[in-house]
């Protein structure tokens, strides 16, 4: 179980990266805000970004997030 969350935790880090990406394109602050504070990336993702696919992009991060959360809180209580 654990591997699998380290898989779905891989997988949000990708997703962050591109939407951290998209916003440092758009401007240097927003870039920083999405990396310095939370959720701020969540908030670019569906209000600010220009991607076609942003829906694609922020659901991806928010379920593989959460994903990774559970199977990682379940395969740490099953002793690994």
């Not at 969350?5 to 916003?23: D, H, K, N, Q």
């Not at 569906?46 to 991607?51: A, C, M, R, Y």
């Not at 942003?54 to 997030?65: E, F, T």
């Amino acid at each position: 179980m654990l591997i699998l969350g380290y898989l779905f935790s891989l997988g949000t880090l990708v997703f962050w990266i591109i939407l951290l990406i998209e916003a440092f394109k758009q401007s240097v602050g927003l870039g920083f805000a999405c990396l310095c504070i939370p959720f701020v990336i969540i908030w670019f993702g569906l209000t600010k970004s220009e991607n076609p696919k942003k829906n694609l992009l922020v659901g991806g991060y928010v379920g593989c997030w959460i994903l990774s959360m559970i199977c990682n809180f379940a395969g740490g209580g099953m002793g690994g």
